[in-house]
């Protein structure tokens, strides 16, 4: 057997993490035929997202998100359900503690390379739940990718969600 030189070796080593790189993301990226129900949730609300109406009636109560993902999870949501000039509001659930008491730094990646930094705020629940708003005007149809860092002290604390606009 030949011995391999050390820039060979780092080459193979570099293909390899490319390699399950990609691995990575075919397994966790959706199928445009696959419906998995299971991860999909639903609205919080049997109508339309609570939003100020513009007949001037009294403004929704804002510590309760519009929609709520569970700990890495999926929602799937209709564009026309966005409205106009409106922000999206979003629980995102995490484990109790992950949230701490600071603002998380929250960013969201859309599959045409656009991103959206922010921040996500502990809510008003002792479930450890983070309510992120997004602008309604961002997000376009398409998947999106949200990533929290939590305050765990651990070696890779980020929590990721998918959001997928119809």
Sequence with gaps: MAKLSSTNRWRIVALCGVGLALGTWFAIEPRQTEHKPERELASNSTSA??????????????????????ESGRLRIDAASLGENGVLALGLGLAPGAAGVEPLEARIASTD??????TAV??????????????????RPGSYMIQIKTAEKVAFPLRRYVLEVR
């Design 49 to 70: 997202p609570s939003r100020p109406r513009s007949d001037g009636d009294r403004a929704p109560d804002r510590s309760a998100p519009d929609y709520r993902i569970a």
């Design 113 to 118: 390379g656009r991103t959206f930094d922010t």
């Design 122 to 139: 502990r809510g008003d629940s002792a479930d450890g739940d983070v309510r992120l708003e997004i602008d309604a005007a961002w997000l």
